[in-house]
């Protein structure tokens, strides 16, 4: 357990390269399904008005999404962490998926060295 532990920060980047590519995978066949198009407009209604199902999803990853963001500028600041700014733009352009976890993962690196 403690081997575990003490490599979390490797599930972490795992979780970070998992759900960036899935991210990009689906976003991709989303642009190919719009005929080479990012249809923001469509993205929307997808996930926000098509149904009660989508739009309980899309509340529980904007809470959880709210949380993590305030959990990457609270830490960030705490721990004294450079370029905390980088986390926040990656979870708005690649994926939260990436980033959240990407910052995780620098966390754990950042803890290593403070010990």
């Known amino acids: 357990m403690k081997t575990i532990l003490n490599n979390k920060h490797y599930f972490y980047l795992l979780l970070a390269l998992v759900g960036g590519g899935l991210a990009f995978y689906f976003a991709l066949l989303g642009i190919m399904e719009h005929k080479g198009n990012f249809n923001s407009m469509e993205f929307i209604k997808s996930t926000w008005t098509e149904n009660q199902y989508a739009k309980s999803l899309s509340m529980d990853f904007w809470t959880g999404t709210l949380a993590g ?47």
Not at 83 to 110: D, K, N, Q, S
Request: one cysteine or more; proline letters at 2%.
């Open 69 to 115: 963001t305030f959990l990457i500028l609270v830490e960030g600041i705490r721990l004294k962490m450079k370029r905390i700014w980088m986390y926040l733009l990656l979870t708005v352009c690649v994926a939260y998926a990436f980033g959240f976890p990407m910052f995780l993962f620098m966390r754990e690196l950042h803890l290593r060295k403070q010990q």
